[in-house]
């Protein structure tokens, strides 16, 4: 009440009497104003103008190769949130070991600062020196595979795109190796890691190929044997028959993350999709980036792949929610946003239902054990977070989702967005750009989401590894 009655009195208060912007508008002015309606060619256009200023954007703050650099990280940042050793310690041991990376500083006798790939090197030998109480090395148990984490919801701008890159982020800190698979032709996270995509031939695009290429294979053999005609592969299949995910897989200015890239020409995967499908009703196209990735090794060479998905439930994300162990879908504390997610988890739900049933009348008639999809855990995360405002609605997502909302919610923080071209998001943020406590904050908050999902993964590898003990006994 008080708020409008003070609006109330600065309208009043004025000279000239009050008139929203939106009345008398002089209708010769607007077209005076105005210019020629727009053709097709007119977006053709628009996309050149924003293109170069993507790329004059994209140019600043490169390196000589054109490419990012990943900023150092100082003594305090190493001491308080990499490897948490006293500071005098930490110094002492550099001292004794001359062949440990020694930093280097701006100025004389200033701060020492390292290389990511150094403290790296650094935490290795702390954590094989170390107390055993501390565990500077991250757990991932022998004998389990990567985890695949997808991030999807269909409703766009929820924070797929920024929790995907921060969670990748947060685990190449500590010291896990990282894919990181773009699956969106937006190519958002593809900018985030710098990565460069010509065409649809170096996204994951040649991997769905391949696998339907290998299933057309098999068919044609049958066909063979019963004296059918074979089916012919085209051009491009057939050029997909010998690409790996290795042919795909780019480094970044991250040593420990990877990536496959996107670019528009990705979106093309859901139109070839369906065309394929129809030639071939048995080919499981929701297992092509599953069965692709374990083929060419990639669980093996490395401890998670982050799945970044488009605000659709189209082929691609079908493939990236297949693959994935773990499924997080973020969301705003909002009432619109709550609603979409609610009807995502139901379009979840009849998508994989209906591919179960499909598959599972041909596996009943033919007395084969049915199939049915698996993830370890589901979490929604709330993005975005404005406590001032949001606590009560939180509240009550909190009470009707209970354990699939995840326990932290991700505060919404100035740091992100603002951060610049070259520098995405709070890990790659150089702290002495930030008032201290402001970016405290904003890192507290990052972390605190990386944490809440590193005690789902080790919850979940544990879990993996008691049932391979037991197996085995
Ligand atoms: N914690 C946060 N605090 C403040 N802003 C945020 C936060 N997380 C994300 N944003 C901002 O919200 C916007 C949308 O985020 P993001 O691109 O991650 O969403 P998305 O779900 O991937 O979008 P899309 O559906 O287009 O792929 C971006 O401008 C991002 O900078
Ligand atoms: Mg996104």
New binding site residues.
Partial sequence: MGKTYNIEQKIMAKDTPFLPPYFNIDPDAALAELDLPTETGGFAEIARACAQGRADLASRGLNEEGRKDLRLFSTWEITRYLIPVAQAHFRRVLKQNPDLPQGRSETEGGAKWFTLDEVLRLRAFFGAQGSKAKNYLPYRPAGQPAKMVAVA?FK????????AAHLAMSAALDGYRVLVIDL?S?G?MTSIFGGQVEDEWQTAFPLLARHYGEYLRTENQRRLDRGDPPQPLDDALSAAMGMTAQDLIQSTHWPNIDLIGAQLNLYWAEFQVPVWRMQARGWKLWDALTDRLEADGVLDAYDLVFIDT??ALGYLTINGLAAADILLV?LGASFLEFDSTGRFFDMLHSTFASIEEGENVAARALGRPEIGFEWDAVRAVI??YDGAQQGELSGLMQAYLGKVLSPHK????AL??QAGEQVNGIYEADYRDFNRETYARGRETFDATYAAFKRLLLGIWRRGELEAQQAAE
């Fill in positions: 919801n766009g701008g929820v924070g797929k795109t920024s929790t969106d937006q958002s488009p605000p973020p993005t975005r991700q505060d919404f923080t992100i967005g």
